[in-house]
């Protein structure tokens, strides 16, 4: 009797670039290039949510709880960004005022660097990815008060989202070459 292995397939490319493109898009409109648009918000849903819950799921499969956690709750995050945009505007009695969206981004920035913690023995993108992350939640959280850290906001969140798709391409061409083409740090020492 043989035994079958089964190779997975790694999971975190897509969810890195599904959370790379997407923040990369909506910080371009927090610098004021566009406004929200259908396009911003349909990346949100599809790109941003569902690939990156999809991505969590794999990640769960894979037995990687950090990446199950990860990849699920910034898919929702950006689930319920989209809901919360798109409610408001049809429902204008219910729409979010400056307190509780920086309530909202606060606590995103919050377990965004507990995350951060947890890539600490990992390659220097990935900590960059979630430093950056956490750093752009308290700019954002700050904008609701001071509105001129918008599009300063919306630079730090290009970057953040521009180091994801990075550390997305590092895996998958490092992967396919079976060699370093893109680097992504060293690994710290347990």
Known sequence: MSSKVSALANPAPLGLMGFGMTTILLNL???GFFGVNNIVLAMGIF???FAQIMAGAME???GNTF?????TSYGAFWLTLVFIIIFGAEH???AA???TWAAYLFLWGLFTLGMFFGTLKTNRALQTVFLSLAILFFLLTASQAIPQLGPIAGIEGVFCGFSAVYLSL???LNESHNR??????PMKSA
Request: charged share 15%; aromatic share 14%.
């Open 97 to 99: 005022d400056s307190a």
């Open 47 to 49: 790109y941003g949510g």
């Open 67 to 71: 990446g199950t956690l990860a990849f």
């Open 170 to 172: 590092a895996e998958v």
């Open 29 to 31: 409109h927090n610098m």
């Open 180 to 185: 370093t083409v893109l680097p992504v740090g």
């Open 60 to 62: 769960f499969r894979k």
């Open 92 to 94: 204008p009695l219910f």
